[in-house]
């Protein structure tokens, strides 16, 4: 069955657009030059991220894309202007992002690198490292964001 359709979300690849980035290192037809997202990288105003040229099935509820969309902008004003943490030199806060979970698939159990590059709809790096920790006031990450 064929899910409803859905656009390319020029505002929602905004969120990703710097991670697709090769700042003038290596070729840049490559697709992976100098950055850990593809620069094929598409994302659809359904949460889907996916490769330029790639069939995508949108197997998801709207309804549920729509709650899922709120509860992203809800979390954002939560968080406020504490600081992604990744390391770099940039100033990069967190923005309302969601990838809604396609229908008629079983939930997930556990949040892994496997379903992590799943749901990127393999536009991450394929040598790239994916670190999955518990989202809880502990942790290397929150005591370096910290």
């Keep these: 069955m064929q899910g409803p359709s859905f656009n390319p979300s020029p505002e929602l690849f905004e969120i990703i657009a710097e991670c697709t980035e090769h700042y003038y290192v290596g070729s840049p037809d490559a697709e992976w ?14 949460g889907v991220i996916a490769r330029e040229g790639d069939i995508v099935s949108h197997n998801v509820d709207p309804n549920e894309v729509d709650l899922c969309r709120q509860l992203s902008v809800e ?57 999955v920790e518990p989202l809880e006031e502990s942790g290397i990450w929150w005591g370096e964001i910290l």
């Design 33 to 46: 030059p100098n950055n850990i997202i593809s620069r094929k990288a598409i994302v659809y105003e359904s």
């Design 75 to 131: 979390v954002r004003q939560v968080i406020g202007d504490v600081e992604v943490g990744m390391g770099s030199e940039a100033t990069t806060f967190f923005s309302p992002f969601s990838i809604c979970s396609p229908c008629n698939t079983d939930t997930p159990t556990a949040i892994t690198s496997d379903l992590i590059r799943e749901r990127f709809g393999g536009t991450i790096f394929p040598l790239a490292t994916i670190t």
